[in-house]
């Protein structure tokens, strides 16, 4: 078996060495870099080549990749490096990886075209002048012969390593059989499905009630998959962290050695000294990172089950950060379990290594219907005005023209908006250029002083070169609006916010670079809401699986007499409160309420405990920290009696697990629609122009979405039994029922 390697992959094994160092350093974009390396080929003579394809065997190794750029008159082979600031302030470790990676193109180009001896050429391209420095070597091919295969004899005991993992890892994968006796009712159509997705190379959209492991149904047959298909990884992406550990509980349940699987977790929770910077000078675990990678990456491969804590145990065992030997291992690892930001963000670690390394990728996207909101929020930005001016009153003195200038431009904009509210065609061009022009005046004095830890000054800047990287993208998708409050002395100050609100040009891509990406929920309906938002291919198959439950195991209730609206609240607190206790009357047990706010769960209790006293109850507060909500689960115990009042949207409506006496019924009392604001009725806007929908797309698809998933609480394996009160006349429209589960049988009251 022969295996392959990209050249970049290869150096960066063997060839890098130092401490792990974070410090600030201004990286251009990529859409800098690429234009970086467009102005360099430009300036070369006639005959340039450029994206060179090169590729050479050792032993079972393949080693591949495209060189810069190829000048056959001067016989010179360039390796083109952007970058920002002073160049002398490069760590030798880069420079050293950069040398051995233009080497082994150099010896790659000589082999190809029968060269004795070639130039080999560093170019480093300052993004911000436009200059080059030009660091050249001359190299005799059999000097670079050998330098190749000593890259590859090092790389060459872990590729055989790796083959050998594989062939073992697709043998077992092949005979591994269901872990139960049984598939679940649901489960198997939901697996075939997968199956068949993955092997045509299509996504798919599956709607499949809670309770029938969707989890497993999911991830069985993409590990069949893996050999068939020749997939390289399967990533698994939640959007929380109950997500992640029933992926884990799913795949320890499938016994699949010799699988390797990683959690990635978030940098904030796995540093083990937060109170240090990231490099060598400061952190311990950063000093010689990369002497002790080696041994720490040998001792994560033959563990095989790297979640959090495995993955902290083999860090702290070899004295190196486990963030970063986590981020290490996603490139060794079979199934990597991870929030959707590894692989949709605009700078995802997942898709850029899969991009880098040219692998075959299948995806999994659990509680789908959660990836509208998170990849706005990924590809939106936005400034405080507030922020801006306490940043000004602290600044550096270098920095205080850029920053007034900024402050200038937004301060006239205020001036021409008299309302409180106001949405734009387009950004401000000369806000624009005075957020550029901060930023490259930030960059040269973070340049300089790159252990400068001002947390606002870097706040600032980063927030406003991801406000100018989403200008540069902006179109009929998004929203440019400026919200103003008070400030001292009759003053205003103002949020200006670039709000994506179709992430379907950015999701694309992704969703077309994998072999096949599955999205998966309680709650996909109606398909075309998100195909349109999600960018998924128009014939992307949508699956409804069936539902395991009987109809009789659901009582399903609609209060068509009460009205939830906002102006009707105080008038539905004393039909609530009496429908609520008459169901407890009927049937003891363990409810949960949920109401759209707050303040009106707080009403709401406060008159279901006045007129109740006797029932038990629990409410969700406001900032419940995870002790709190482990609390507030806790209460609900087999056998036990009392109502829990929640917020519908929040932690309790969905993603928590109270089977059978532990939650025997809900209270909907809200459509659960979005806010009506400003901000949603342009969104409302902006759906009806795009795709003829607006009302649905903004109030009603969301918020029907948060009252399934609040309902799907109740009965979550086949021997429950429940009742669920849709409280509000609004349930009882045909449109609103069509969006209900069709294996419930709805009664009106």
């Known amino acids: 078996m022969t295996y392959s390697v990209a050249v970049r992959a290869l150096c960066e094994f063997t060839a890098k060495g130092g401490d792990l160092d974070l410090r600030f350093t201004p990286a251009p974009t990529a859409q800098e870099g690429i234009v970086g390396h467009a102005l360099v080929a430009a300036r070369r003579g006639e ?95 059999e000097d670079l012969r050998q330098f190749f295969e000593e890259q590859c004899l090092r790389f060459i005991a872990w590729a055989e390593q790796e083959l050998a993992h594989a062939g073992a890892r697709n043998t077992a994968l092949e005979a591994l059989g269901f872990p139960h006796a049984q598939f679940r009712h649901g489960q198997r159509q939901l697996a075939e499905a997968v199956y068949k997705a993955v092997s045509t190379g299509c996504c798919l959209m599956a709607q499949a009630p809670t309770g029938i492991g969707k989890t497993l149904g999911t991830l069985f047959p993409l590990l069949k998959a893996v050999p068939r298909q020749g997939l390289d990884k399967v990533f698994f992406l939640a959007a929380k962290t109950p997500g992640r550990q029933l992926a884990l509980d799913a795949l320890a349940q499938t016994r699949a050695e010799p699988l390797r699987v990683l959690e990635l977790v978030a940098r904030d929770k796995a540093c083990e000294h937060p109170e240090n910077a990231c490099h060598g000078e400061s952190c311990p675990l950063a000093r010689g990172f990369y002497e002790r990678l080696p041994a720490a990456r040998k001792a994560a491969a033959e563990r095989r089950w790297l979640d959090r804590e495995a993955i902290r145990e083999v860090a702290l065992a070899h004295q190196v950060c486990p963030y970063y030997l986590a981020q290490e291992m996603a490139r060794w690892s079979d199934v990597v379990v991870g929030d959707y930001n590894y692989y949709f963000d605009s700078s995802a670690l997942l898709h850029g ?136 002395a009759g003053s205003s100050l103002s949020r200006l916010c670039l709000r994506n609100l179709v992430p379907a040009t950015f999701l694309a891509p992704r969703f077309a670079a994998s072999r096949s990406t599955v999205l998966f929920s309680a709650t996909l309906n109606p398909s075309r809401y998100y195909s349109d938002l999600l960018g998924l291919a128009h014939n992307t198959p949508w699956l409804e699986v069936d539902s395991p439950f009987r109809t009789d195991q659901l009582q399903v209730r609609v209060a068509a007499n009460v009205s939830t609206r906002y102006r009707h609240r105080s008038a539905s607190l004393g039909p609530i409160a009496e429908l609520m206790a008459r169901q407890f009357t009927e049937r003891p047990g363990n409810y949960l309420a949920f109401f759209s706010s707050y303040d009106y769960l707080q009403q709401a209790a406060e008159r279901f405990a006045r007129e109740h006293p006797q029932v038990p109850i629990w409410l969700q507060g406001r900032q419940m920290d995870e002790a709190a909500r482990q609390a507030f689960i806790q209460r609900f115990e087999a056998g036990g009696r009392g109502i829990g009042f929640a917020v519908l949207g929040g932690a309790f409506g969905e993603g928590i697990d109270l089977p059978g006496e532990r939650l025997i019924g809900a209270f909907v009392a809200t459509l659960g629609l979005p806010q009506l604001n400003a901000v949603n009725e342009q969104l409302k806007l902006r759906m009806g122009t795009l795709f003829g929908a607006g009302y649905d797309y903004t109030y009603l698809y969301p918020g029907m979405q948060k009252v399934v998933q609040a309902a799907g609480r109740v009965i979550r394996t086949t021997e429950d039994r429940g009742v669920v009160h849709l409280i509000d006349d609004r349930f009882a429209r045909p449109e609103v029922q069509r969006l209900l589960p069709s294996w419930w049988s709805i009664d009106s009251l």
Request: some cysteine.
């Open 47 to 141: 005959g340039y080549q450029t994206e060179v394809a090169l590729s050479g065997e050792y032993g079972p190794l393949r080693v591949r990749g495209r060189a810069d750029g190829y000048d056959p008159a001067l016989t010179r082979l360039e390796e083109v490096k952007t970058y920002r600031g002073d160049l002398q302030r490069m760590p030798d470790n880069h420079r050293q990886l950069h040398w051995a990676q233009v080497k082994v193109y150099g010896w790659l180009l000589c082999q190809q075209n029968g060269l004795s001896e070639i130039e080999l050429a560093l170019v480093y391209f300052d993004i911000g002048s436009q200059k080059e420095t030009l660091l050249t070597e001359r190299h005799r091919a």
């Open 353 to 488: 290594l899969a991009s880098a390394n040219q692998w075959r990728v299948a995806v999994l996207v659990d509680e789908a219907h959660n990836l509208v909101e998170r990849a706005r929020k990924m590809y939106s930005a936005e400034l405080d005005q507030l922020s801006l001016k306490a940043l000004r009153k602290a600044a550096p003195t270098v920095l205080k023209k850029p920053l007034e200038r900024v402050g200038r431009a937004w301060s006239e904009l205020n001036k021409e908006q008299v309302e409180d509210y106001r949405a734009y065609d387009a950004p401000p061009q000369k806000l624009l250029n005075a957020l550029q022009g901060a930023v490259v005046a930030i960059t040269d004095y973070l340049t300089d002083n790159p252990t400068a830890m001002d947390v606002a000054l870097q706040d600032f800047y980063f927030g406003a070169m991801q406000f100018g990287r989403m200008a540069e993208q902006f179109d009929r998708h998004s929203l440019f609006d400026i919200g103003k409050r008070p400030g001292k």
